[in-house]
């Protein structure tokens, strides 16, 4: 079983940056994909960033060159750096953790973009 911590979230006006983190602990594959996900009021949950632990990184259009994803695999941890946040960007956050065609899911965090 997986268990995925998250923390970072919170009120931030437009322009700002928030960094959420996820630490996974649990029984862990070691090829394993890790990242966030976000669902905003009314909408469907939709992918933010993955970062696989081989290295290789992706990233939906809409967070290209404002958000950063890094993962530490030492310590089965990964961050979402945010930066210049909109408003549209307020949504509970998701960490997720995918392996073995599995996926696991954190609690959620909320990020609130407001002036």
């Known amino acids: 079983q997986v268990q995925l911590e998250e923390s970072g979230g919170g009120l931030v006006q437009p322009g700002g940056s928030l960094t959420l983190s996820c630490a996974a602990s649990?029984?862990?594959?070691?090829?394993?994909?890790m990242g966030w996900y976000r669902q905003a009021p009314g909408k469907q949950r939709e992918l933010v960033a993955t970062?696989?632990?081989?290295?290789?990184?992706s990233y939906a259009d809409y967070v290209k060159g404002r958000f950063t994803i890094t993962r530490d695999n030492a310590k089965n941890t990964v961050y979402l750096q945010m930066n210049s946040l909109r408003p549209e960007d307020t949504a509970v956050y998701y960490c997720?953790?995918?392996?073995?065609?599995?996926?696991?899911w954190g609690q959620g965090t909320q990020v609130t973009v407001s002036s």
């Open positions: 997720a953790l995918i392996a073995a065609s599995v996926v696991n």
């Open positions: 649990g029984s862990i594959f070691s090829i394993n994909n």
């Open positions: 970062a696989s632990s081989g290295g290789s990184i």
